[in-house]
């Protein structure tokens, strides 16, 4: 009995890790490191030097600022989610009786703080801390496929110190290394047979967390003054997730208690932008960035003894996004600015779980920076996401004879709205 409810557990909650961590690039990915960025999209992200948040957009950056500034800010993100047609069932077709309210993504405060320090004309420092990923679903307690997923939250933060060297008006270069922290808590119900008709509910919990270090660089070119160039790289950081699960009955009796790893790995990205600066007012942006999500085609996941619990397919692929934005400059203190993004999910229809239910996803941006004096900047954003409804197909493990699961599907349709407020302060 032990051994089932740890297969059970472990196969669903930590697997439930890397679904919230792999959908962040198409799915729910936290692009929020900059409000004045946010206002055309992130479209010049790796080329627009705005501010101190360059020191995330592309290290390199730094270097072309003309004094010490530090930018903090945060964007709060409202997602709504319909669900239609959800139905489950458990092994031998039983229904599985239950709701589907849909909005089960809480709001959430996304924030940043930068620092960037030009220590000469050449050479520049700075330091920032952020959150690259994150992930949050909550199902109501009866949610009809509750036995693939109930709650999902995931967090990772990072730290960035950051140096950059500029070696004449056209090309500059920049590193940072990264220090981060995950953490995540997953939760599912268990069907098991009970002495009656129809199965038994365990609560299945499991949280966990781990630290690693990786690394970003960046370059920017300048042909001419009135174009720019940059292209960032931030690397692959691999975790070793270490969990503890528990499996609680109705009664509230713990029948199963363990610990798990789980070798996660997320995956490194390219960004390349153009900024130019059309006449002294108007500047447009385009952006692409590429994500190497193909590193996920499968989850592993190995007990305390170091046996193998559960091995997952996921067959994901490396996903695209694309991004133009235009600023102009109103008058010498209001800069108006707006957006659009083409986001690509890198999930697939046979693999797209009940945890990160996403799919493609278009993203409107307007965003204003206000200068009422000269060493401070108030910067606000407004985005609105759209994705394509999408379907969620999930069945049980049929190599494994302990996992009572039947099927769930449903119909999904999800929207966001970020607002983003920012303050720049230079020195």
């Known amino acids: 009995m032990h051994n089932n409810f740890k297969k059970l557990t472990l196969a669903a909650a930590v697997a439930a890790v890397t679904f919230a961590s792999q959908a962040n690039a198409g799915g729910y990915q936290i692009n929020e490191q900059s409000v004045s960025g946010q206002g055309y999209g992130h479209a010049g992200r790796s080329s627009n030097v705005n501010d101190a948040t360059i020191v995330y957009g592309n290290p390199a950056g730094m270097s072309f600022l003309d004094r010490a500034q530090f930018s903090a800010g945060a964007t709060y993100l409202d997602v709504s ?53 994150g992930s949050k679903t909550d199902y109501e307690d009866n949610f009809v496929g509750r036995d693939f997923g109930t709650l999902t939250e995931v967090t990772v933060t990072s730290a960035q110190p950051t140096v950059s060297y500029r070696f004449n008006d056209q090309w500059s270069v920049g590193a940072g290394i990264t220090y981060n922290q995950i953490e995540g808590e997953l ?29 970003n660089l960046g370059v920017i070119y300048q042909p001419v003054p009135e174009t720019t160039l940059g292209l960032t790289y931030r690397s692959k950081v691999d975790y070793t997730l270490e969990g503890d699960f528990s499996a609680t009955d109705p009664l509230g009796n713990v029948v199963s208690r363990d610990t798990a790893n ?15 600066q059309m006449t002294d007012r108007l500047k447009l942006m385009f952006g692409a960035s590429w994500v190497r999500w193909s590193r996920f085609d499968q989850i592993l ?41 083409l986001d690509n999910t890198p999930s697939n229809d046979n693999d797209r779980s009940v945890r990160i239910p996403s799919d493609d996803r278009r993203i409107f941006s307007l965003g204003a920076g206000w200068t009422p004096m000269e060493d401070m900047t108030i910067d606000v954003a407004y985005s609105y996401l759209t994705e394509r409804s999408t ?24 929207e966001a709205q970020g607002f983003g407020a920012q303050l720049t302060y230079r020195f």
């Open 187 to 215: 939760r599912r119900k268990v069907p098991t047979p009970s002495p009656g008709p129809g199965f038994a509910e365990l609560d299945s919990r499991v949280d966990g967390e781990d630290e690693a270090w990786g690394y």
């Open 301 to 341: 996941v190995t007990g305390s003894q170091g046996d193998p619990i559960t091995r997952e397919f996921q067959n994901y692929s490396n996903a695209w996004a694309f991004a133009t934005g235009a600023e102009y400059q109103l008058t010498p203190s209001l800069a108006l600015r707006a957006g659009v993004t």
């Open 262 to 276: 789980l070798d996660l790995t997320t995956p490194e990205t390219v960004n390349f932008s153009l900024t130019q």
């Open 81 to 133: 989610t319909d669900i239609d047609n959800a139905s489950a069932t458990r092994a031998g077709g039983t229904p599985v009786a239950g709701s589907s309210e849909g909005d089960m993504v809480p709001g959430s405060l996304i924030p940043f703080a930068f620092y960037a320090h030009p220590v000469s004309d050449k050479l520049a420092f700075g330091f920032g801390v952020y959150a690259p990923f």
């Open 391 to 414: 379907s969620v197909e999930q069945q049980r493990d049929p190599t494994d004879p302990t996992d009572f699961r039947g099927q769930f599907n449903a119909d999904y349709k999800n």
